[in-house]
């Protein structure tokens, strides 16, 4: 008998015939003597709906009263799942953030959760029951409801998981698993059965989508073991864990292309110091998220001056561009160059540690494909490089056939 | 600076421009120096959806699980009211039932107030806060989500002003008070400026339907003095308070028409003890709410029987049938003839306390326009007889003429 913490996302109870699959599906489970929690999301559609409504009324509000709106979401969910198990006849009790015992810190709209008292938890599983949390979701010590902001369910799930010390941690979602690139433009890339937290954070954070880094980090920081897996078939998934000896033996597990980055370029910034320095904490105050950052001698004129790029969120670039016009005098650069047609190309594996040559291969993978890279950034487990968003696509396979391919 | 408990119900923030109505007329309030607690039912429309969600999945939904559902309706409404509130630069506050301190007892999705704690909200006014607080829900002490069924959020308003020790009590709805008759029959009534509790009680039992009976037996018993009035104006409405003496110089306050009533007649059952009790045990026990009763010979045969008709409300009609076909030939009646055909003609007023003859001059009003009556209860302040439903708004036209007419 294993206690297992399940979560399914927005799509996965998206309408009430899928709410009827997760019950079916917890059924199973319960039938082989598991315990289960189930954390579910908002219904897909409700929270825009919710967030629409608030619109109507004012353009900004309140993260109080915007959290109190948003939780209903969740709370609806959990019913409809408590109710689709009574249907098949298993005992179920829905409990909201609050009632489960998630308590966060008061940052409403991106709450932190600080801790979780499992006790009314283990007293419902212990009586037979099948427990239903909201996910998303807590409250203050003061009682007001909050809520954790992007991915918070997955964090609902993995924070339970290691509250109750559960046994397994699942994470159904409308894909597969993680797989080594986006099998939708790599036609053989492959599930991957195993991936360490680190690499998980790597590609999250590159924009592979499975996750929230948030999720990652808070497995990894309590050691919750947790499988990506598809609510729509019975297909193992991927399980994400600590780092094993035996992983160190794949060179990189796989391939991401970000589509989502703009880059901008500073010229000619005047060679004072400073400089640099001015132009990051300006951005950073408005909470962009500035990724590579290159300097380069300027092209310009005799005077000491360098070029400086970096890359942000496209979104961004509205916000970025109107705090660096903003500077344009005082700092004494000559123009912000935008250009929003690139693609951030990375290969992710812990691999890397032990394997060396691992970026000058990929650099000659994109050499002999006639592949300009534009910029790069490495870390321990990552390369990145820029390149033109047209041959995106392209990069990603080549660089997967090099590595990950069936003849690699 | 007086403290009013406002309550919104489902029409009157039906979508979110209504919502801002609700705003801006708090605020005029609020520009007069005094504090508000607005309590706000779900808008319209969202119970309905929430009940035909849960019935998507289970044709019988747990009680416990209902409420969860529902509970979310009012908790949206009370956070787009608190951000309408905001809009208008108003500092306020939305609280769920829980949050608000309403403890009720464990009867799923007819719960009973137990007590009120109003220590936060009296806190939050003291802020300068406009407090929002869901209505139709509290929370037991184990600390789960109830609704208070029917009728709920007034319940939650009285309860609130009578814990608060409010100054004033407004039920906003879509009706500017309570009326001497329903003015779309009667084109002559009159908006009342005030009824007595009993009175209005009556009037709600007949189906006046402006409040449930629950909600005014609760502010008579905590003395809760309430204004019924409209939220789509400015007009006074009427106040609903404990009985005056100059009240008893109104001989009657109003004239109700039921139309949602039958009457079933049993035919021929025999002369024996116990048996006209053993037909009302046995619909009571299917929570029908058997109203008027008539007694009377048999026109039958020879043999030692009586006829026995009552009224109860239309939809309960096919439960009493199958339930009186089981009875038949236990109890040896030969046949039970419902008639749909009926409508309920009632009189109210606690002057009749003081006046006699009132009912004898409903009779003659209605014998003298040719209208039968064929079936008489009557109370301490109330009049009921059952008439041809055809007749019926003929009925409530020249009964009104007769007591609350112009000449009256």
């Given at each position: ?99 489960a015992g ?14 979780i008292t499992p006790q009314r938890i283990h007293e419902l599983l212990n ?36 509250a109750l ?244």
């Amino acid at each position: 008998m294993a206690l297992i913490v399940q979560k399914y996302g927005g799509t996965s109870v998206g309408n009430t015939e899928r709410i009827r699959n997760v019950a079916r599906r917890v059924a199973g489970y319960r039938a082989q003597g598991d315990q289960v929690v189930v954390v579910v999301s908002a219904m897909s559609g409700v929270t825009d709906n919710l967030i629409k409504l608030a619109r109507e009324i004012v353009p900004l509000p309140s993260d109080r009263e915007m959290d109190m709106l948003l939780a209903t979401g969740e709370q609806t969910t959990i019913a409809l799942t408590a109710m689709a198990l009574h249907a098949l006849d298993l005992p179920a009790i829905s409990l909201t953030g609050a009632q489960a015992g998630i308590v966060t810190d008061g940052v409403h709209s991106k709450a932190k959760i600080r801790n979780i008292t499992p006790q009314r938890i283990h007293e419902l599983l212990n009586a037979g029951n099948v427990v239903i949390v909201a996910g998303f979701q807590g409250q203050t010590h003061e009682g007001h409801i909050t809520t954790l902001g992007r991915g918070g369910s997955d964090l609902t799930a993995i924070a339970l998981a290691a509250a109750l010390e559960a046994d397994l941690c699942q994470i159904y979602t409308d894909v597969d698993g993680v797989y080594t690139a986006d099998p939708r433009v790599v036609k053989n890339a492959r599930k991957l059965p195993e991936v360490a937290y680190d690499e998980m954070l790597e590609l999250a954070s590159l924009g592979a989508k499975v996750m929230q880094s948030r999720s990652v980090e808070f497995a990894k920081k309590f050691g919750v073991v947790f499988e990506v897996r598809s609510s729509l078939n019975d297909n193992p998934g991927t399980i994400v864990k600590e780092e094993t000896e035996s992983m160190e033996n794949v060179v990189i597990r796989g391939v991401t292309l970000d589509k989502n980055q703009a880059k901008v370029t500073l010229v000619a910034v005047p060679d004072k110091p400073g400089a640099a320095s001015r132009i990051f904490k300006a951005l950073a105050a408005l909470n962009l998220n500035v990724d590579m950052i290159v300097q380069t001698s300027s092209h310009g004129s005799g005077a000491k001056a360098t070029d400086i790029s970096f890359t942000l969120d496209k979104p961004d670039l509205p916000k970025a561009r109107k705090t660096l016009d903003a500077l344009q005098q005082e700092i004494g650069f000559t123009e912000a160059i935008a250009d929003e047609g690139i693609g951030k190309l990375s290969i992710v594996g812990v691999g890397m540690r032990s394997h060396s040559g691992v970026a000058a291969r990929m650099f000659e993978t994109l050499a002999s494909n006639s592949i300009n890279i534009d910029m790069i950034s490495t870390s321990e487990i990552k390369i990145s490089v820029v390149i033109d968003l047209d041959r995106g696509e392209d990069a990603m396979r080549v660089v997967h056939d090099a590595f990950l391919g069936a003849g690699a």
